[in-house]
């Protein structure tokens, strides 16, 4: 039994089905619906109008629906299960006397079973009743247009019998009697089926091991495979761009509804940063696909990667792009493809690396035939619109710089991969380390490193940690810091590892990279090259153009390419791209040509004496600027600005005092090196202070605040690979912003530790907002060097817990300038109630404190309350969202009944009862400072509201009082207005989203405008 009520409540998840299986799926629906005579022909016409949103047409056909009552309810519940069961038997023997009176009619009523049976055969259908004159060649070309699924135009050839009066409705009932009776699932066809297992069998082949191993090791996924943090932009609120706080989810709820936020696109996005897991985690989706673990909602699963794709010149269609890039079909191709066609829904593609595609996204070119040939970035752009097989899901991977707002626009989900959290970093270390022990050092290794442990959660850092295990446990982790440490520490693995010192024919001297110098520089020059044309692929020609010969592969930096283009000998490409602009940097440092105009560019430094008119004849005036020289430029400035930007912080640190002897073994001329030392030196310093010279001036009244502009990070970040304290100092000389505003950047522990590096060089304190980034325990912990230099320290969403908060706070009290401190949504509970406790006793000079959102409960409350009792200069106290309950509301209001500084309190949420009024209540009748109190959506009820009117009477210092969504009724507005009469300080009493009526909202309203209803 379906009520209309139940059905009312049911209504998003009801949209929600409806839209999940596609046009296709909802049609199916109308056609049941239709054949048991509960939609009207105008009911249907009004819910087949092409173009319209998928997700309004849903919503229409629901009030349609909700408008029959609710028979009409229970039929549209009915009439889902029917289609989405998918296996009504097909008999038609209603159907046959082909010249019953009503055709029309039989071809409504059996108008599920008449659509299956027609389906595979419209074409033939089409043509023949275009030859008995039924329909025009125009009418015919209408249904065949190729946005249309044949079960579509197989729907809209009966659409047109039906108005027809020509005759044609007996016709095709007349065809549909003779055509075969196709089996019961059309994928018991041998060709799909034979079509599917050789995909899983391919893909689960290509899945099964991580490309990034040398051969020594193998890598199986399925052994390895540790869990990313994986958070899900959550939708805006009906009350327009709230922001809400993102969720965790597992990859397995990748295609899950929750955070859709444009139903009508088929596009899932996954950012993250160069080597936090987004390609592993496609090459996972796929191995759970193939090997029948998850996602097997859908019948085919075509991966592609976009490095790869870019390569292909020749114009491509979709019939080609799957059949011969990706797994051609040995039985019956047409039949496949079109039952691809046909069942969109069954589909996933997924598209890696959008980052790594040269070509910019771009919506003006539009194309929805499958078979039409185009150039792959057009192809690519018309499929993620969904302009070609559309319903087909397709998930999209990129690092956050290259997705563009024209793209988002077709994106019906985004999610963010953030890495490893601290307990995946462990997990990982124990999936790779089975020998006994091993595996505990290097965890312990990594605690005891902060540094190290920042940069492992990046996965790639931790894969380099596991690689070079021995090594680190041997020398220790504590003198590796930065990004190029770790490389290096690698670079030599490798060398040592190809070429062992006892067997070396050539010994490689003191230094394992000095023997080896001209292998290196090969690899960097075809690693510079390639960032200059956005090639990370390279084919037999390219590497011969590069003299990479096979001794230089034999390194183990380059890999093969995991999926071939097919016509071309096996292509390799670099382990990953962080080691392609390792090598760029490693060439470019080294190599003869490289000039200080080159560096600047690297280092986005603007050229002294920048007028126009010395710009203009800079260029006449640049000596010996050699045809090396130009193309490391020009490659440079064609190369992409993240990889740049990577490249720029490996130059930076192998630049740096810590590397130069390094160098100065491969490289004869010291002088040539100090000389680009001291021009990135000065580079760097020069563009963070032009940074901050262009932050405009503050509003009047308000402090100078910074939003970080592009570059800003990477700059920083560069800055940290030179480890030099000097320069640090030297760069943020000229900054003097109040607030500094790093919201949505990935800032994950590695950048933490970069700001901190340079921040700590401030002379003026500044409130440094992380909000919405990756910082978690391990970055809270890179952050305390600059914590002296932080008057205000905001970390809303960052994935903190206890640990992190404790050793936060433990910093905090010797740091004068720290006053505020906001932890909104992150994994606080009880735990660090004594931290923060002591934090409010002890500081005092501390203002602000905001918790909101986290798991504090009455005993944590209880802990904190004896902190605010020795408090004597908070003003700002958050608890929005905890679960302090009536016990942890009395605590507090007991310790804040004498408090001599608090202005504004929030207990939103906290499940608080008539108990804990009562004691706030209390509270008010002493308190002398308290402004504002905020206890919105809570269970006051009236009761409550009695004692708080009560307190009200005796308080003069409270202007607003925010009592909201608290089951509160007329009996307790009236003790409020009671309360009114003797209190004029107070503004405003919010009371939305209370028990009253229309009626009584306006004469309340009449009686006291301060209670606002
Ligand atoms: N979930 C995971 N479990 C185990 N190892 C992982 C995981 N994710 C990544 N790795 C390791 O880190 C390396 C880098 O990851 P991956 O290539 O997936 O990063 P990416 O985000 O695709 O980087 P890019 O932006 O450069 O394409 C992998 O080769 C693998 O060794
Ligand atoms: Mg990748």
Redesign the pocket.
């Given at each position: 039994m379906c009520t209309q009520e139940g059905f009312q409540a049911q209504r998003s998840q009801l949209v929600g089905l409806l839209v999940s299986r596609s046009l296709e799926g909802f049609e199916g629906v109308l056609d049941w619906l239709l054949s048991w005579e509960v939609l009207s022909w105008e009911d249907y016409e009004s819910l087949s109008i092409v173009g319209q949103p998928l997700s309004h047409l849903a919503r229409r056909l629901l009030d349609t629906m909700w408008s029959k009552g609710a028979w009409g309810c229970e039929k549209l519940i009915a009439a889902i299960h029917e289609a989405q069961a998918d296996s009504q038997p097909l008999m038609l023997h209603e159907l046959s006397d082909p010249h019953s009176p009503c055709p029309v009619h039989k071809l409504q009523i059996h108008r599920p079973q008449i659509v299956r049976r027609l389906y595979s055969h419209v074409e033939g259908v089409l043509d023949l009743v275009q030859e008995q004159g039924f329909m025009s060649q125009y009418e015919c070309d209408g249904i065949r247009l190729p946005i249309f699924t044949s079960a579509q135009r197989a729907r809209r050839l009966l659409d047109l019998a039906t108005l027809k009066a020509n005759g044609l409705a007996a016709f095709l009932l007349q065809c549909v009697q003779q055509l075969p009776v196709p089996a019961a699932l059309p994928l018991k066809d041998v060709a799909y089926k034979k079509y599917m297992s050789k995909l899983k069998a391919t893909l689960s082949a290509q899945s099964r091991f991580?490309?990034?191993?040398d051969g020594e090791e193998n890598?199986c996924?399925e052994d390895?495979?540790?869990?990313?943090i994986l958070e899900v932009q959550m939708n805006v609120g009906p009350g327009g761009p709230r922001q809400q706080s993102p969720a965790t989810v597992s990859l397995e709820e990748l295609f899950h509804p929750q955070g859709r936020l444009n139903e009508d696109a088929d596009t899932v996005l996954v950012v993250?940063?160069?080597?936090?897991?987004?390609?592993?985690?496609?090459?996972?989706l796929q191995f759970l696909w193939a090997t029948g673990q998850d996602f097997q909602e859908f019948l085919f699963v075509f991966p592609f990667s976009c490095r790869q794709l870019q390569c292909v010149t020749k114009p491509l269609s979709v019939h080609t792009l799957l059949f011969e890039h990706c797994c051609w079909p040995d039985v019956g191709p047409q039949d496949v493809f079109q039952f691809l066609l046909d069942h969109p829904d069954r589909v996933l593609l997924t598209f890696?690396?959008f980052?790594?595609f040269r070509f910019r996204f771009s919506d003006r070119e539009r194309h929805c035939s499958p078979t039409h040939c185009m150039p792959v970035q057009n192809l690519l752009f018309n499929l993620l619109q969904g302009n070609l097989l559309k319903n087909a899901r397709k998930v999209l991977?990129s690092?956050p710089d290259a997705v563009t707002a024209s793209l988002r626009k077709y994106v019906c989900k985004e999610l963010s991969?953030k890495g490893?959290s601290e307990e995946?970093i462990e997990l990982?270390m124990r999936?790779h380390h089975h020998k006994p022990g091993v595996a505990d050092r290097l965890v312990h290794l990594l605690r005891a490193s902060s540094a190290l442990h920042g940069l492992c959660h990046?996965?790639?850092f931790?894969?380099i940690v596991s690689k070079c295990h021995q090594e680190l446990l041997l020398q220790g982790g504590g003198s590796l810091k930065t990004s190029t440490d770790m490389y290096l520490l690698i670079l030599r693995h490798f060398l040592l590892h190809a070429y062992p010192p006892d067997t070396a024919h050539q010994g490689p001297g003191p230094s394992p990279l000095r023997g080896r110098l001209p292998m290196l520089m090969h690899l960097g020059r075809l690693a510079l090259w390639g960032l200059g044309r956005c090639s990370y692929v390279f084919s037999a020609r390219q590497l011969q153009a590069a003299q990479v010969d096979a001794e230089d592969i034999s390194l183990g930096f380059l890999v093969p390419a995991k999926t071939v283009v097919p016509g071309s000998s096996a292509p390799l490409e670099f382990?990953?791209?962080?080691f392609q602009c390792f090598f760029a940097a490693f060439y470019l440092v080294l190599s003869a040509d490289l000039t200080s105009s080159s560096l600047r560019y690297l280092f986005n430094c603007p050229r002294l004496g920048g007028s126009p008119l010395a710009r203009l004849l800079l260029p006449l005036c640049i000596q010996g600027s050699g045809r090396e020289e130009d193309s490391i430029r020009t490659l440079l400035q064609k190369a992409e600005p993240h990889n740049l930007q990577i490249t720029a912080a490996f130059l930076a640190g192998l630049l740096s005092q810590e590397h130069r002897h390094l160098l100065a073994e491969c490289q004869a001329s010291e002088k040539a090196l100090l000389r680009r030392q001291t021009c990135a030196r000065s580079c760097l310093a020069r563009s963070l202070r032009t940074h901050f010279r262009s932050i405009p001036p503050a509003v009047p009244g308000e402090t100078k605040s910074m939003h970080a502009l592009p570059g800003f990070l990477g700059l920083v970040r560069s800055l940290y690979e030179m480890q030099e304290e000097r320069l640090a100092q030297d760069a943020v000389r000229g900054l003097d912003v109040g607030h500094l505003k790093l919201t949505f950047c990935s800032v994950g522990p590695s950048e933490c530790a970069a700001l901190a590096f340079v921040l700590r060089h401030l002379r003026q304190p500044v409130a440094l907002q992380l909000d919405y980034n990756s910082v978690g325990d391990v970055g809270v912990e890179q952050l305390l060097p600059c914590l002296g230099v932080c008057k205000a320290l905001y970390l809303r969403d960052n994935n903190i817990s206890d640990r992190g908060i404790c050793k936060l706070v433990e910093h905090a009290l010797h740091c004068e300038q720290l006053q505020k401190l906001a932890l909104f949504n992150n994994k606080l509970t009880d735990g660090c109630a004594h931290s923060m406790a002591k934090l409010l006793g002890c500081k005092r000079n501390f203002l602000a404190l905001r918790l909101g959102n986290n798991h504090i409960t009455a005993a944590g409350a209880k802990v904190l309350a004896q902190g605010l009792q020795d408090n004597t200069s908070l003003q700002f106290l958050g608890f929005w969202g905890n679960k302090v309950g009536d016990t942890g509301a009395q605590a507090l209001a007991e310790a804040l009944s004498d408090h001599q500084s608090l202005k504004w309190l929030s207990l939103v949420g906290n499940n608080i009862g008539s108990a804990g009024a009562q004691a706030l209540a209390v509270m008010l009748e002493k308190n002398t400072v308290l402004e504002e109190l905020c206890l919105e959506d809570n269970n006051v009820y009236d009761e409550g509201v009695n004692y708080l009117a009560e307190g009200l009477k005796k308080n003069s210092s409270l202007k607003v009082l925010k009592l909201s969504n608290n089951c509160i009724t007329c009996v307790g507005a009236e003790a409020l207005l009671q309360a009114l009469e003797t209190n004029d300080t107070i503004l405003e009493v919010w009371l939305r989203g209370n028990s009253f009526s229309p009626e009584e909202v306006e004469t309340l309203t009449h009686k006291n405008t301060r209670l606002l209803l």
């Open positions: 991580l490309s990034s191993y890598l996924l390895i495979y540790t869990e990313n993250g940063e160069a080597g936090s897991g987004k390609t592993t985690l496609l090459q996972q890696d690396g980052d790594e991977t690092r991969l490893f995946g990982y999936k990046l996965p790639v931790s894969w382990l990953h791209i962080t």
